[in-house]
């Protein structure tokens, strides 16, 4: 059942992409299909309804589109019963360094998200209630990856909430084929340099820890060989004071 939902919603949220050329389509399928953390997202409710979501590294702006899908199915009665609600974005912004993915995620999905090409690392994250940053740190050296989480910190609303997918350094031989595997992806995908700056599962939770949020992890890995883990990062009233 769950199976035959998901197909749904990667057809549905795929289709945008038709607009941005064939590329763009069969990468958004094949990304949202391949790829767990889609759903995880979803079946575990780690996005807050109403917020306004940050995606840094957004890519050609799958997290929008699939959040934007995953609300109007629920909102058609057409949901897994044992998951919690869909949720309803207030907004959506995502931050991209690739100019071209910025561009196929505008001609995919219009008005219905903003899209900015800019580095993480100087963009202004304004203020927001749930960040996601999906493999994106590694990219860069460790004191940027510790600025860009405290500027992330600082952007939170109360209560806000940080979704973070990293690799484990400490993961073995699943972390060293994920390494591989990352430079070649981002030498097809363009980038040039291909240097990563990754840590153990302990030091990413030490280092979100020092910035006042509780934390927990979730495999997410599920089907693939790679040593994946997401990190849900709550931030309370009182560390964002």
Not at 9 to 35: M, V
Not at 71 to 92: S, T, V
Not at 101 to 114: N, P
Request: net charge positive.
């Amino acid at each position: 059942m769950t199976q035959a939902f998901l197909r749904r919603l990667i057809d549905r949220a795929a289709t945008p992409y038709r607009s941005a050329g064939r590329f763009a389509w069969h990468f958004a399928r094949g990304k949202l299909g391949g790829d767990p953390v889609f759903a995880g997202l979803l079946e575990h409710g780690l996005i807050p309804d109403r917020a306004r979501v940050l995606d840094i590294g957004c890519g050609q702006g799958l997290l929008a589109s699939w959040l934007l899908s995953a609300q109007a199915m629920h909102a058609a009665g057409d949901w897994p019963a044992h998951w919690p609600a869909a949720p309803a974005p207030r907004a959506l912004h995502g931050i991209e360094l690739m100019p071209k993915d910025v561009e196929r995620a505008r001609r995919a999905l219009g008005g219905a998200a903003v899209f900015t090409a800019a580095d993480m690392c100087k963009a202004d994250f304004g203020s927001v209630d749930a960040v996601v940053v999906l493999d994106v740190l590694h990219y860069v050296d460790i004191p940027a990856q510790d600025d860009v989480l405290s500027r992330i910190r600082d952007a939170l609303a109360p209560r806000g909430v940080l979704v973070l997918r990293v690799g484990d350094a400490g993961g073995g031989w699943p972390f060293r084929f994920s390494v591989w595997v990352d430079h070649v992806v981002t030498f097809v995908r363009g980038h040039r340099n291909s240097r990563l700056h990754c840590r153990t599962l302990a030091d990413w939770k030490a280092a979100l820890s020092g910035l006042g949020f509780s934390v927990r992890s979730l495999p997410m890995n599920k089907g693939t060989p790679f040593a994946n883990i997401l990190l849900v990062a709550e931030l309370d009233q009182a560390a964002r004071a």
